[in-house]
T-cell receptor, first 115, second 110 residues
Framework: DTAVSQTPKYLVTQMGNDKSIKCEQN?????MYWYKQDSKKFLKIMFS???????INETVPNRFSPKSPDKAHLNLHINSLELGDSAVYFC??????????????FGAGTRLSVL | RKEVEQDPGPFNVPEGATVAFNCTYS??????FFWYRQDCRKEPKLLMSVYSSGNEDGRFTAQLNRASQYISLLIRDSKLSDSATYLC???????????FGRGTSLIVHP
């Protein structure tokens, strides 16, 4: 069983379209994240939800809207896609143990190409 | 100064070599430190946490130097399968927010 699964694995779309990426974790974690890894391989946190509540929003454009229907799911909807949105998007989850030693478990990534 | 800085490499070493990577961080209040490994076109996976006293896991040794604000990863007896990108991760001071370095690429050749 995959611990953190995200779909689709590949997404090719035209500029201006709206698309969604889904993520589910079966680890029982309370916290989920979305990261973006650009062509230079720089992995940057976008959002974090703890028990369905948004706790981190790293100055991401409003076109990106995360939604967490329950603590096991965190979906990412992107409106009006732009060329610069092309990247690999990773979902992750963590258990948030006390002391801040917060280990991230990543999904396999969604490769988004905007044409 | 970037929050977390790493030499991108690549480090090109023969099998059996010892190789070391450093990572510097800017926030002196940071409390949690990790090394992750990312294979080509795969997701990052935890390699090891970094503890204040330093820690070892088989051929891998991690060290933390708070005074100079850097962490290091030493790999002994490199294997071909160690070829990957090694990501330094530092939690922002006083928070759980992880900041990833750009990664250091390691290529181990026969």
């Amino acid at each position: 069983d995959t611990a953190v699964s995200q779909t689709p694995k590949y997404l090719v779309t035209q500029m201006g379209n709206d698309k969604s990426i889904k993520c589910e974790q079966n680890l029982g974690h309370d916290t989920m994240y979305w990261y973006k890894q650009d062509s230079k391989k720089f992995l940057k946190i976008m959002f974090s939800y703890n028990n369905k509540e948004l706790i981190i929003n790293e100055t991401v454009p409003n076109r990106f809207s995360p939604k967490s229907p329950d603590k096991a799911h965190l979906n990412l909807h992107i409106n009006s896609l732009e060329l610069g949105d092309s990247a690999v998007y990773f979902c992750a989850s963590s258990a948030r143990p006390s002391g801040g030693r917060d280990i991230q478990y990543f999904g396999a990534g969604t490769r988004l190409s905007v044409l | 100064r970037k929050e977390v800085e790493q030499d991108p490499g690549p480090f090109n070493v023969p099998e059996g070599a010892t190789v070391a990577f450093n990572c510097t961080y800017s926030n002196s209040a940071s409390q949690s430190f990790f090394w992750y490994r990312q294979d080509c076109r795969k997701e990052p996976k935890l390699l090891m946490s970094v503890y204040s006293s330093g820690n070892e896991d088989g051929r891998f040794t991690a060290q933390l130097n708070r005074a100079s604000q850097y962490i290091s990863l030493l790999i002994r007896d490199s294997k071909l399968s160690d070829s990957a990108t090694y990501l330094c991760v530092v939690n922002r001071g006083g928070s759980y927010i992880p900041t990833f370095g750009r990664g250091t690429s390691l290529i181990v050749h026969p």
